[in-house]
C-alpha cells in the first residue's frame, strides 16, 4: 500500500479526499488539538481492525470514538445520561472523554467486547465531511511516542495506512480527562486537561477511581 500525503495548503480537496477514504473503510492519519491521531469509520469494524494492525495495538485495547456535534451522541448510545449534556455544554470541544452505555451500532472492534464506549468531540471539519463518527487512537505504532507532525505519521505509518491529513504540527497537551457516565454516580477514571474540580463544578460529587489513589 502507499500512503498518500494530503495538504489542505496545496489541495483543496484534502479533506474530501480523507472523508473519501474513511468512507471507503481505509485509516487515514489526522491532527488533533493534541497529537496525530489514526481515524476509521467507527461502525464499520473491518476498517477499525486496520487501526490495530497498522499499530499493532492489543485487541483488548478498546478505542475512543469522536463526534463533531453532540446531538450525534444519540445515534451511538442509547440512554445518553443527563449529566453528559452538562459536561459536553462546559467542556466540548475540549480534552474530555465521556463513558456511556454503547448502541449495537458501535462494533465490538471499537469497544472490545464491552457495553460501554468512550466519546470525545474534536476533528469536526474532517467528521462532518465524511458523515461518520472516527474511531481514533494516537497515530503511532504501539509503545512508541505519539507523533505531533505529518511527517512523523508518515515515518511511522507509511504503506500501512492510506493516506495522512497535514494539518501542520500539534500542539502537545496533556491527554484527555476520562469519565465514566455508566455507573450510579459519575467517576473520574484518569486525569487529564480537565480537573476533578472543574467536572465537580458542573456535576456535583464525583468519585475518583480507586486506581488513582
Known sequence: MKTTLLTPETDENAVKTAAELIRAGEVVGMPTETVYGLAANALNGEAVKK?????????????????ADFDQIYDLCPAVPSQAKLLADAFWPGPLTMIVPKGECIPDEVSCGLDTVGIRLMARALIRESGVPLAAPSANTSGRPSTTTAAHVMHDMDGKIAAVLDGGACGVGVESTVITLALERPRLLRPGGITLEQLRSVLGEVDVDRALY
Request: proline letters at 12%; hydrophobic letters at 45%.
Open 51 to 67: 487501526i490495530f494492525l497498522a499499530k499493532g495495538r492489543p485487541q483488548d485495547n478498546p478505542l475512543i470514538v469522536h463526534i
